[in-house]
Each structure stands twice: as structure tokens, then as C-alpha cells.
């Protein structure tokens, strides 16, 4: 588990300063810092965040305060006179740091999700304090001393299976960041940590000022030929927003390719807004971010190299399911070939259908969804435009998946208004088991903005943990286009899918049930950690969900039959570009991550242009699904060497997916198994075992690539690399869409 903030990354669990035993006491805080509202823990349910009574001013003094007071815990473990025990230790660190905990959850996810220059200033100033805090913990020697001492005589300890994890997890923790090192590499990893969250705190700001100034602005309608009439009201309304009335603002989203590009019927119109996407971050300003990620790349492989590693890939895999690049190399190789058919087959179809249209034109990569979406028409008679009718956002979430949830695991919501929002757009509810109890708190925050990071994810304002007596809220995010006043909600079935998604890992958080914070939840591996979410897509098209929540808005009338049907066979249409472009995505990652230290810093476009034309996809078609300089998963979220997670764990969704539909499909007895044996389970658990003890054997690639209508001729199985009990790496900021 590489090296995170022990108790303030946003998987962990919020508790009170009374449950801190003595020893762990930090020194009485000064009466302003009993003024801030971090000072102690919410007093609205399940401790919420009360951002009725947060300020932007706040942040910044409560996280000095937090940080003084988790150092001074933190120290007076590891100064005591007494012997190494595990509850006076690991314990005592787990329950360390909850004023820290508290601000870290609140601020990054309103600093995410709804920025301003007052936020990103504190995040700019308090990025390299976090991570010299960090060091302050981990590179304590006297701390490391007594983990290593419980660590080396743990089989002696007498601990239950989920102490025994606790305690592998934590002598893991420390040795990844650094430990065992010499006082003079402490030193130089603590300025190599500092500089690394500087930079990536730099990226980020840098991509979503640059995402903002790129977008297309479109001087005449007729431009938009092909567009809704909402869509069109939509770009004029972002228009109005930027002071350019009369204009059109076609706002990107995190990906490279655009939702309307598919719409769009003016050619010159796509290739702009394909290349303001393509080179939103290369724009030579101050927001271009390539000089930024070069030297990301060199630093990481140079704290590889002082950590052990041949790369940063190496170190950041060796705690992973997948367990090292030579695993995760295979699988993907495994991928390639299938995929570039596919792609070749594809392509010669578009351009078929370009040329039936009496055009005259080579296929370029703003031409795919306009021309996939023509043969999708063609072939399957599946309009997209006839579909969104029938998914209305608040129905798509209350009566599908919800619904879906309820039917597997017995779970009911209730929505309530009486809790603060850091936006007046979100909405919450109550979480209720299937016994009644409460679970939980859900939030949920669907629309874009221009001050919202791009993309989709979930975290935590609160952990669960029985430790700390807390209990989980939970918040998704997305970037859905908010309709004009008065226009109904409809979104696509690819934001369906993001919704079912990102409530998988909703679910993962809700269901767990751990004593200790670090174990809880989705503190698991990137590579398992997109299992709970991508297995969740499932029940988007399950006939019992569908027809309960596919209702027309108009007319009440369920999605007829024959429209389901098609739905159901344009699944497989297009997955040549679908999984192209996220194995090219996955490749470029891994590539950037492989350097050694000996390698020089990389010219960003020459290394990017030689990775792509070297992986044996058709990337001049079908680009990654993120360019190098605007990959925030990478170079931000925490995913470095992790992207190809969403691959493996698609392997893992699909092969229990495939299991339900062996054994009775989406029944409540299927249901509580899954969440018995894996939603539940946190960490407490390698993932192998975890796996296996639902699957009934190591995962088989056969499933996902049916899924995909792929053929298997050229793709053996794949069976990862046999799990120790070393642990893996917790997500630190949550869990990141696709």
C-alpha cells in the first residue's frame, strides 16, 4: 500500500476525540481552533459535513490545526515508554488524526466538484504540506520500530484475521514509503514526495483552466446542424454564462472524444471541436501541462529507483492484485490482437458508410461516432435520439438503480432536504438495510460545471468503521449537461451506465463492515477496486431493472419490447473503438511509468507519437481514450500504472456476472452472496482469495471478451499472478470514473 496520508485520505473513517485513549491525546486546541467547524465532528447524522457553517477561509486553518494535532499523536506513540502493543500502536494510529480526517474529506471533494480560486489556493499550499506530514509518519524510525516489532512476532500475537491484515497492511505501508531507507535517502525522498505533489497539484489546476478556456465557442447555429434543439439551448445557455450571448459554447468533456460528435452534421464543426479536446493542454499558454507531466514521469522513476524499483511502475504494481508490469504486460498483449481486428473490421465499415453518403473522404478520428452512429441506425435501427426519451435522470436513479439495488440487496432510500450541500443542484437520502437499520448517507452531485473537475468518481465525506463508531456517506459525482429551465432531464444510456457505475462503488463503501478504517470499504487495489462498480453496469439492461425504470417521460409508457431489443443487440456494436481506446489509454500509462531512472526527461509529444505507433492498434483511427497531457487519472488521480485496472477488473466483472447468470441471475439469495463475500469484505482479505471464494476459481478472460463480441481464437486465459498476504494500495481519492 504505497505510501497515503495514515488517517486523511478519504477512505478512512471519522471519529470522535473522546474514543482517542490517553496516550493518543493531542494538546488542548486554542480557542480559534475550537471555532472552526473541523474542530470536532459534525453533529448533523452520521456526522456529515455541515457546509452550511463552512467557509473557504476555513480550510487552510484546519488543516494546520489537524496536522499539528495527528503529529502530536502520532509522536506520542511512538515515544512511549510502554512496549510495542497492537493496541497501543496500530490501534492507537488508526484512531489518530480525525480533525485531519475531517478537513481532507470535506475539501477535496468540494475543491473537485466545485472550485474557485479561493480553494485551489489553499490546495496549492497545502499539497507539499500534506506529503511532508506524510513523510513525518512514516520516516518516524522509532514508529517504524515498533510496527516492525509487532510485524515480526505477529504469528505470536493472538489476533483475529482482520487484526492480522491491519498489521501486514501497516509494516507494508512503511516499508513503501520509505523506512528502511538511510537518513540521507529519507532526505531526498522527502524533497522528491514535496515536488511530486506540488507538480500534481499544478497539473490538475493547470487541465481544468485549460479545459474551460478550450472549449468551442460557435458563432452561427446553423454550425450545429444535427444537434438537439435541447442541446442547442444547452450550448447557448454555457454561452450566456461566459458573457458571449448570441454565441455557442460546446464545453468538453474529460475524454478525448465528444458526446456530440455523433450528432454533429457539419464536418469542419467535429474536427474543431475533436481538435479543441485533442489539444486542450498544448496550447503553449500557462496552462499547457506537457512540461508539467515530463517531469512527473523523470521524478517518479526517480523515487522508484531510491525505493528498490527498475520503475514506478514496478513499485507502484508490487502491492496490486496484478502484482507486477510483467503480469499486467501479458494481460494487455492478450487484448491487442482481437482488439486491432476488430478495429480494422470497424473501420472499413465507416468508411463504407462514409462513401454510400456520396461523401468523398479519408475516415478521420471526429468521423467515428458520427458514422458508427449512421451504421448503428443501419444495422440495428437504433436511433440514440429514440432512446434518451426514456431515461430521465431522477427515474434512472430512484426506480433503476436503486431498484437494483433493492432487488439484490435488500436496501431502500429515502430522499431527505434538510442536509447542507457545498451546491444547490445535489441531492441526498437516508440508506436503509434490508433489516430497516440505517446504513448510510448518499449524495449526489450529476451536473457539469466549468469548475468541476471532468469525469465521474465517488469517495467519502465519512468512513465507516466500527472502531470509531462511524458510519458511511457516501457522494457521486458527474458531468451530465444540465438542462435549460424547463426542459426535461434526459441524459444517454452511456451516462445510465455511469450511474450504475459509480453507485457500484457507492455500494462497496455502504456494505463495508470493518472495525478498522485503513481495511474498510474501498481501501482495496486500483485492479480491484473498479470490480464492485464495473460489475454493477450489469443491471442497467437486466429486463427486470430496464422495464422498471425505461419509462417514457411524456407518455408514462414502458420502453416497448422491440426498442429493448435493440438496445440489447447494437451492445457489441462498435467495441473495436470502445476497448481500443482504452487499451491504448492503458498502454500510453504503462509506458510513461516504465522508464527507468537512467532515462532522460521525455519530449511529451515524441514519446506519446512513438508509444502509440508502437502498440499495434489503430491509433490514427481510434486515439486513447486520454492524451498524455490531458490524462488526470495518471497524472493526478492516483491511477499512475493503474489505468489498466479497468481492464482487469472488467475480466473480474464479467466472470461474476456470468456466474449470476448460471445460478438464477438477479435474485436477493445471488445478491447477498456478493456482498457477503465481496462488497463487504473491504480489505480484510487478498484479493486472490477474496475472488476465488466467490468465483470458484482465478479469473478467465473468456467472459469479458464475449461481452465484448470479440473473438477468443487468438486470446488464451489469463491467470494473475498467485497473492501473498501483501497488501495493496488504497485508492487516496476515492474511486475515479472510466
Not at 260 to 268: P, T, W, Y
Not at 354 to 361: K, L, P, R, W
Not at 524 to 530: K, L, Y
Not at 622 to 635: D, E, K, N, T
Request: charged letters at 25%; hydrophobic letters at 40%.
Amino acid at each position: 500500500m504505497k505510501s497515503k496520508l495514515l488517517l486523511a485520505s478519504t477512505a478512512l473513517a471519522l471519529g470522535s476525540a473522546a474514543a482517542v485513549p490517553a496516550f493518543a491525546q493531542a494538546p488542548a486546541a486554542a480557542p480559534a481552533a475550537q471555532q472552526n467547524p473541523f474542530a470536532a465532528p459534525s453533529t448533523l447524522p452520521f456526522q456529515a459535513p455541515d457546509f452550511s457553517n463552512i467557509q473557504d477561509s476555513d480550510y487552510a486553518p484546519a488543516f494546520e490545526t489537524g496536522m499539528a494535532q495527528h503529529l502530536a499523536e502520532v509522536n506520542k506513540i511512538a515515544d512511549q515508554k510502554a512496549a510495542p502493543t497492537f493496541d497501543n500502536t496500530i490501534v492507537a494510529m488508526e484512531r489518530s488524526g480525525r480533525m485531519l480526517d475531517r478537513v481532507s474529506q470535506a475539501f477535496f471533494a468540494v475543491s473537485q466538484a466545485n472550485s474557485n480560486d479561493a480553494l485551489q489556493a489553499v490546495e496549492t499550499d497545502i499539497a507539499p504540506k500534506l506529503a511532508a506530514h506524510t513523510d513525518a509518519i512514516y520516516l518516524n524510525p522509532k514508529l517504524y520500530q515498533r510496527v516492525e516489532a509487532l510485524y515480526d512476532k505477529r504469528d505470536s500475537l493472538k489476533l483475529d484475521a482482520e487484526q492480522a491484515q491491519l498489521l501486514i497492511v501497516y509494516h507494508q505501508q512503511f516499508i513503501s514509503a520509505g523506512a528502511q531507507l538511510s537518513d540521507a535517502d529519507k532526505a531526498k525522498l522527502k524533497d522528491l514526495n514535496k515536488q511530486l505533489s506540488t507538480l500534481s497539484t499544478e497539473f490538475s489546476q493547470d487541465l481544468l483552466a485549460a479545459t474551460k478556456d478550450n472549449a468551442l465557442v460557435v458563432d452561427e447555429k446553423a454550425k450545429l446542424a444535427g444537434l438537439s434543439d435541447a442541446d442547442i439551448a444547452a450550448a447557448a445557455d454555457a454561452a450566456k454564462e461566459r458573457g458571449l450571448d448570441g454565441k455557442y459554447v460546446l464545453s468538453l468533456q474529460n475524454t478525448t472524444q465528444q458526446p456530440m460528435l455523433q450528432d454533429l452534421s457539419d464536418r469542419a464543426t467535429r474536427e474543431a471541436l475533436f481538435n479543441a479536446s485533442w489539444t486542450r493542454a498544448e496550447q503553449g499558454s500557462e496552462n499547457d501541462t506537457r512540461a508539467t507531466i515530463s517531469t512527473l514521469a523523470k521524478l517518479r522513476a526517480d523515487k522508484a529507483k531510491l525505493l528498490g524499483f527498475d520503475s514506478y511502475s514496478a513499485y507502484v504494481l508490487d502491492d496490486q492484485m496484478a502484482k507486477n508490469p510483467e503480469t499486467v504486460g501479458a494481460f494487455m498483449a492478450k487484448l491487442v490482437p482481437a482488439t486491432a481486428a476488430q478495429e480494422r473490421r470497424e473501420a472499413a465499415v465507416l468508411q463504407q458508410q462514409i462513401t454510400s453518403d456520396g461523401e468523398d473522404f479519408a475516415l478521420k478520428p471526429w468521423d467515428w461516432d458520427k458514422y458508427s452512429e449512421a451504421v448503428r441506425k443501419a444495422k440495428y435501427d437504433l436511433d440514440q435520439n429514440e432512446v434518451k426519451p426514456y431515461f430521465e435522470i431522477n427515474k434512472v436513479l430512484e426506480d433503476g438503480v436503486f431498484y437494483a439495488a433493492n432487488q439484490l440487496y435488500g436496501v431502500t432510500f429515502k430522499p431527505r432536504t434538510d442536509l447542507p450541500v457545498y451546491q444547490p443542484d445535489m441531492k441526498t437520502y437516508t440508506v436503509y438495510d434490508k433489516d430497516g437499520s440505517e446504513l448510510g448517507l448518499m449524495y449526489f452531485d450529476y451536473w457539469k460545471r466549468d469548475n468541476k473537475a471532468g469525469g465521474a468518481w465517488m469517495s467519502n465525506f465519512v468512513g465507516q468503521s466500527k472502531l470509531l463508531g462511524t458510519k458511511p456517506v457516501i457522494y457521486n459525482v458527474a458531468n451530465f449537461t444540465k438542462p435549460s429551465e424547463g426542459e426535461p432531464a434526459l441524459i444517454s444510456f452511456d451516462d445510465v451506465t455511469t450511474m450504475f457505475h459509480e453507485f457500484g462503488h457507492a455500494l462497496h463503501g455502504l456494505f463495508a463492515d470493518q472495525t478498522y478504517p485503513t481495511l474498510s470499504g474501498t481501501n482495496v487495489a486500483r485492479d480491484f477496486v473498479e470490480f464492485p462498480s464495473q460489475f454493477n453496469e450489469h443491471w442497467a439492461l437486466d429486463p427486470k431493472v430496464l422495464s422498471h425504470y425505461a419509462v417514457n417521460y411524456k407518455t408514462g409508457e414502458a420502453m416497448p419490447q422491440a426498442l429493448v431489443d435493440k438496445i440489447k443487440k447494437a451492445a457489441k456494436f462498435n467495441q473495436g473503438y470502445a476497448l481500443g481506446e482504452v487499451v491504448a489509454a492503458a498502454a500510453l500509462d504503462l509506458k510513461w511509468h516504465a522508464l527507468p531512472a537512467s532515462a532522460p526527461k521525455q519530449d511529451v509529444d515524441q514519446f506519446e507519437a512513438k508509444t502509440l505507433a508502437d502498440m499495434g492498434l489503430d491509433t490514427k483511427d481510434v486515439p486513447p481514450r486520454y492524451r498524455s497531457s490531458y490524462f488526470r487519472h495518471i497524472w493526478a488521480n492516483g491511477y499512475a500504472s493503474g489505468y489498466y485496472a479497468y481492464l482487469w477488473t472488467e475480466m473480474l466483472d464479467d466472470d461474476a456476472y456470468s456466474w449470476f447468470q448460471k445460478n438464477g441471475g438477479l435474485t436477493r439469495e445471488n445478491g447477498q452472496r456478493f456482498r457477503d463475500l465481496i462488497l463487504s469484505r473491504g480489505h480484510t482479505l487478498d484479493y486472490g482469495p477474496m475472488f476465488r471464494a466467490f468465483y470458484g476459481k482465478d479469473p478467465d478472460i473468456g467472459p469479458m471478451l464475449e461481452s465484448r463480441g470479440l473473438t477468443t481464437a487468438s486470446v488464451d486465459g489469463i491467470t494473475p499472478t498467485p497473492t501473498s498476504d501483501a497488501p495493496a494500495e488504497a485508492p487516496t481519492s476515492g474511486s475515479t470514473g472510466l
